[in-house]
């Protein structure tokens, strides 16, 4: 067997590959977005609002620069990767597609990793859920997450090339939050986990791995504003962690590293990673 350092010890290097992160102005994509274009990856944010998008775009690359001249060693190639700001609407399949072709041309290469942070939530008790809403967050949250993939995988099945689909699903597809009536959510992040475990079993022969990162509640704009607003809400969820805390955004980029790398998690695919302080676990 070979023993050698590059046969033992992962990479997480990302030259010359293209990462698709939709949700790509919200709070997670921010910091992954970072941590991708400082492992030498191209980047396209996909999201709804473009002029939103271009500015996190911009400020991704400004973040880079900044690093790069205080930490030259840890850019090998001594340049960053290109990054790029699109507007989709992932509940839309034509969207999708025409958006992902796009990408893939401007950049001048394939795309094969795919982080799919891209959803919502909303809170209605299930015996007053409106149907329109009930269809709307099913149709993002569900129905988004398998456009973006079938869109993302196809050039990669029709080129014989790898990839990698990350799609965010939650804790909440596995077990039932509290206090908060969220039952669409719920169901729409336990149909990703299965949509992944559906994939990855398909899509193992055109070696494209596919699976889920299930974070536990994440300190973002949105939840700090929430908390601000109703800290009794915060103390709830707090009180249910074995860490007694919401996690930084930062705490995913070793998981999302590790399933976007081809060395490291090579045999992973249709695996549902919870990444919660425990929360599960009571």
Not at 1 to 12: G, H, K, T
Not at 168 to 192: E, F, H, L, R, W
Not at 208 to 235: C, F, M, Q
Request: charged fraction near 20%; charge should be negative; proline fraction near 5%.
């Amino acid at each position: 067997m070979d023993y050698s350092f590059d046969n033992v010890v992962p990479s997480f290097r990302l030259d010359g590959r293209l990462v698709l992160i939709t949700g790509g102005s919200g709070g997670l994509a921010s910091v992954i977005s970072r941590a991708l274009l400082a492992q030498g990856a191209d980047i396209a944010l996909i999201d709804m609002n473009l002029e939103r998008t271009k500015i996190s775009a911009k400020e991704v690359v400004a973040w880079g620069e900044e690093t790069m001249k205080s930490n030259p060693i840890s850019y090998p190639t001594g340049k960053l990767g290109m990054v790029s700001a699109w507007s989709c609407n992932i509940g839309d399949a034509s969207s999708v597609d025409e958006t992902f072709e796009a990408i893939n041309q401007h950049h001048g290469k394939i795309a094969d990793v795919l982080i799919n942070t891209a959803g919502y939530a909303e809170n209605f008790p299930a015996e007053e859920y409106p149907a329109q809403n009930a269809e709307a967050i099913m149709k993002v949250n569900g129905l988004g997450s398998f456009y973006v993939s079938q869109s993302f995988a196809k050039p990669l099945i029709k080129n014989n090339l790898k990839g990698s689909i990350i799609l965010i699903g939650s804790m909440s597809g596995t077990i039932v939050n509290d206090p908060q009536p969220q039952c669409m959510y719920n169901m729409s992040k336990a149909g990703v986990i299965h949509l992944v475990r559906s994939l990855a079993c398909e899509w193992a022969k055109y070696n494209i791995r596919v699976n889920t990162l299930s974070p536990g509640y994440i300190k973002t704009p949105l939840t700090v504003r929430v908390a601000a607003h109703d800290p009794e809400l915060k103390d709830n969820w707090e009180s249910k962690i074995p860490m007694k805390r919401m996690a930084e955004p930062k705490e995913f980029v070793g998981s999302i590293l590790y399933l976007a790398s081809e060395s490291a998690s090579s045999y992973t695919t249709g695996h549902n990673l919870v990444v919660d302080g425990g929360y599960e676990c009571w």
